[in-house]
């Protein structure tokens, strides 16, 4: 499939927060949408979370309020997975995070949709190969793995199954291109994909310098974000080594500091389950660290969720990237 044949979307899951996000940013770019779920309940909170985030873009003048009524007009929301499936050339699936949901979706695109329709799963880490495994059309299944929230963050990781034809991984990459993603492909299937696994390498490191006393929950949250986040969020961790080599470069610098950092994982964590008691100790933590929050910052989840927006609409618009 070509990426001009692309002209309607199915939003599997979409009762969810990544779901009705997806929906968001499809409809944002002018595809009409159907967003599926088995749950009434979740589907009217996905047109609740649609319209809100759709409002939210007006406010930022971003999108104008005839062009919200028109998005929302374009939009199906359905708990019939038949007429779900009916007409779509892309579904992107958010179910929940368990292989037999999704395979259930696979296989319902499989029954009522085209053969030629793209699958892209939004898990943050399962095997495509095993999502696919039971399905007629293998070939046109891959992982497109967002970050939260998907209508606004670029990034999509695009991963394939071991029967994953290439023509499926270049279409969804082209297509996620050209409605202004920036997506990136794994070159060998892996568990987590890329950015959760750098995610979950550091938040195992920023857990155990609590458990140890090193530090509290929300110094761990300042060092990232007044330190290495502010350049994360310019350059990945390769380009940012090559700038601080100088003249030297990337290699100069790992010369140079090389056995320091040796000596730092020497003393870093390795441990594969989570500690004991650790999610009730980072969960105190955090709530206090939400309390000394300033108040325009906001204290509460609600409030820090739009502030994290606020601030992620200026750093996307100094980067070009909305």
């Keep these: 499939m070509k990426v001009s044949e692309i002209k309607r979307i199915g939003v599997f899951g979409g009762g969810g927060i990544i779901g009705s996000s997806w929906a968001t940013y499809f409809l944002w770019k002018g ?8 749950d009434q309940k979740a589907l009217t909170l996905s047109r609740e979370r649609i319209t809100r985030n ?11 309020q005839e062009a919200v009524v028109k998005a929302l007009g374009r939009a199906l929301f359905t708990q019939d997975i038949k007429e779900a499936c009916h007409d779509v050339q892309f579904v992107q699936e958010c179910g929940p995070e ?42 046109r299944c891959i992982g497109a793995h967002p970050y939260n929230p998907p209508h606004l963050i670029p990034l999509v990781e695009i991963n394939k199954g071991e029967r994953t034809n290439d023509e499926t991984v270049q279409t969804a ?32 490191e920023a857990i155990d310098i609590v458990l140890k006393g090193i530090c ?16 994360f969020a310019l350059m990945g961790p390769n380009l940012i080594f090559q700038l601080g080599g100088g003249t030297v470069g990337l290699k100069g610098l790992l010369s140079h500091v090389g056995p320091s950092i040796e000596m730092w994982w ?4 390795v441990w594969k389950k989570w500690p004991e008691g650790c999610r009730e100790l980072l969960q ?21 969720t739009l502030w994290r927006d606020d601030l992620l609409i200026k750093l996307l618009k100094l980067l070009n990237k909305i």
């Design 173 to 204: 990459y082209d297509f996620y291109k050209v409605i202004g993603k920036e997506p990136i492909i794994l070159k060998k299937e892996a568990l987590g994909f890329i950015s959760n696994r750098l995610q979950l390498a550091l938040y195992r």
């Design 31 to 38: 595809f009409p949408v159907s967003v599926y779920d088995l």
């Design 216 to 231: 509290s929950v929300e110094d761990v949250d300042k060092a990232v974000c007044f330190g290495p986040g502010l350049r």
């Design 54 to 64: 759709l409002s939210y873009l007006t406010v930022k003048g971003i999108l104008t």
């Design 266 to 269: 020497g003393d870093m964590a």
């Design 98 to 139: 368990n292989y037999d949901i999704k395979k259930s979706m696979v296989g319902a695109l499989d029954q009522h949709g085209s053969p030629e329709a793209l699958f892209a799963s939004s898990t943050s880490g399962l095997l495509i190969t095993e999502i696919a495994k039971d399905s007629r059309y293998p070939e």
């Design 284 to 304: 105190e933590g955090v709530e206090k660290e939400m309390a000394n929050r300033r108040p325009e910052e906001g204290r509460t989840t609600e409030e820090i």
